[in-house]
């Protein structure tokens, strides 16, 4: 007999994580006759189970408990990070100039959120209402403030105000609870 047609010596059965029931193996059933696929369901269900219930402790849109969190985030408080996209470009094809940009901080920003802000300068890239694809200058505005109604209302009138006034579709909002330390 050649050394490959010699029949390996059985394999001892070994547990699976779902009890004493032996391990079953690849392409044949395991114990009683029974086939792999109907065998294998409940064991399969199990562990899904387990699965699904570990990711729901804390997922996408749910939050870790309290204590999870101070343990991982620096000593601080939580605030709200409210991003704000004010694209330059007008309908007429002129831009927001800078001086009326600053003058707009001055009177309508400033006032609201007086505690500061920042500004950077950004290109913008979006499809407009028309399904055209628009690149325009754009100046982000980042303002860290208390998760209040008042603080909401103060960058919904600023919002709605940069829109009229130099005739713009939208101004982007991204807000976001951060933990702050001054």
């Keep these: ?8 010596p059985p394999v001892p059965p070994t547990r699976s994580i779902v009890g004493a029931a032996p391990a079953l193996r690849w392409g044949h059933g395991a114990g009683g006759g029974r086939p792999f696929a109907r065998r294998g369901r409940s064991a ?12 729901c402790a804390a997922g996408p849109g749910r ?3 309290a ?10 408080e939580d605030l709200m990070r409210s991003e704000l996209l004010f694209g330059r470009a007008r309908p007429d094809g002129t831009v927001v100039t800078d001086e009326e940009w600053q003058a707009f901080v ?3 920003v400033t006032p609201r959120f007086p505690d500061g802000l920042t500004i950077l300068e950004a290109t913008g890239q979006y499809r407009n209402r028309a399904g055209r ?7 982000v505005l980042l303002i860290v403030h208390p998760p209040d109604a008042r ?7 600023i919002r709605a105000l940069y829109r ?17 330390s001054f």
């Design 1 to 8: 007999m050649s050394r490959l047609a010699r029949v390996a």
């Design 44 to 55: 399969l269900a199990v562990v899904l189970l387990a699965v699904a219930l570990a990711g």
């Design 106 to 108: 001055d009177r309508e």
């Design 63 to 65: 939050t870790a408990p």
């Design 67 to 76: 204590s999870t969190l101070s343990a991982v985030l620096p000593a601080g």
């Design 133 to 139: 694809l628009v690149q325009e200058p754009t100046k």
């Design 151 to 157: 603080s909401r209302a103060a960058i919904d009138e």
């Design 164 to 180: 009229k006034r130099f005739d713009q579709e939208s101004v982007l909002l991204l807000s976001t609870i951060s933990r702050a």
